[in-house]
């Protein structure tokens, strides 16, 4: 090919290139004037969302837009009776359709509940009628049953623990006191009964005591009891935080068995505050040992001894006191 025909092709190929170059300038072109509009509204409204606060509605009918007031009839139902007569009816009143919400509901719920606590409370048979009561030995349980009054009561309306304490003020002799109240009308009653060690006589009134020195009132005659006769109550008389009446220390009760055991027969304990424990010797004369069992051996040797240096001598005490066993004394008779 000539020199001059290939650069004529080379010129027409290169002007065809420029125009394809130009007209994909112009799509471009005309496509960005087309979105730009677009992106400035999305820019505008990014902006004002930007700067408007979020909106809250804390209710749904805040968030509604106000309407006007509308009234809303409940829909009624129409009845026809037909006649004998074809083709003759009479129409009844409409009757409003009532609409059962969760208020209704529950009101018919709680008048239930109402019912049935009423009809359970006035039953007869959730109301006591006899008291199982065990563990008595000196007492009677109508004794008990007719203290409390609990016969013809509501089953729901007993208290165990106030009955305890009712049982406990009353009774001082028994102890250990459980109450079981269960339905539909059943009163259990478990109980001790104190046992008497001393029968403690003070100003013409008897008392029992048991082995913790707890004074309770006597109920009858016991055999094998200790009599103690006093002409004052001890130092160690007090009431205890449950209510019972701390009459002797269960160290004095010891010492007043421990005693007696080694007293003459038939014969009473004596006390004395100032004196302790002793006895009156069918003698004629009064024995102290003091306030405690302690050495109540070595007691009991020298007080016969005093008796029979007292006899050989042919005189007769008044007093023989060993309460202070390295300071023992008597006093004779005048």
Do not use: C
Not at 31 to 58: A, G, L, W
Not at 126 to 133: G, N, P, R, S
Not at 247 to 265: G, R, Y
Request: net charge neutral; glycine share 4%; hydrophobic share 35%.
């Amino acid at each position: 090919m000539p020199p001059n025909e290939h650069l004529g092709e080379m010129n027409n190929r290169m002007t065809a290139t420029t125009r394809r170059s130009d007209d994909v300038r112009e799509k471009r072109n005309r496509r960005k004037q087309q979105s730009e509009p677009k992106r400035k509204d999305n820019k505008r409204s990014t902006k004002i969302n930007r700067s408007m606060p979020p909106t809250i509605t804390r209710n749904k009918s805040m968030a509604r837009a106000p309407q006007g007031k509308t009234s809303r009839k409940l829909a009624r139902k129409r009845y026809s009776v037909p006649l004998k007569q074809p083709g003759a009816e009479v129409r009844l009143p409409a009757i409003p359709q009532i609409k059962s919400g969760w208020r209704l509901v529950s009101a018919v719920f709680a008048v239930a509940m109402l019912w049935a606590i009423n009809t359970v409370w006035t039953s007869p048979n959730f109301k006591v009628k006899d008291l199982d009561i065990t563990g008595l030995e000196r007492l009677e349980s109508s004794d008990i049953s007719q203290l409390l009054g609990l016969r013809n009561q509501s089953i729901f309306s007993l208290d165990p623990a106030k009955i305890t304490k009712t049982i406990e003020q009353n009774f001082k002799s028994l102890k250990n006191i459980q109450v079981t109240i269960g339905l539909p009308n059943l009163v259990s009653i478990e109980l001790e009964e104190r046992i008497p060690e001393i029968s403690w006589t003070q100003a013409g009134i008897t008392v029992w005591v048991d082995a913790q020195g707890i004074a309770f009132e006597a109920s009858g005659d016991e055999e094998n009891i200790v009599q103690v006769e006093a002409n004052q109550a001890p130092l160690s008389n007090q009431e205890t935080e449950d209510g019972q009446a701390q009459l002797l220390t269960e160290e004095m009760v010891s010492a007043i068995l421990s005693l007696s055991a080694q007293a003459p027969a038939d014969i009473s304990i004596v006390y004395d505050p100032e004196h302790g424990l002793g006895w009156t010797d069918p003698r004629g004369w009064v024995a102290y040992f003091g306030p405690d069992s302690s050495d109540m051996e070595l007691r009991l040797s020298m007080y016969q001894d005093t008796v029979d240096y007292l006899t050989d001598k042919g005189t007769l005490p008044a007093i023989i006191s060993l309460e202070y066993i390295h300071q023992p004394y008597y006093r004779l008779q005048p």
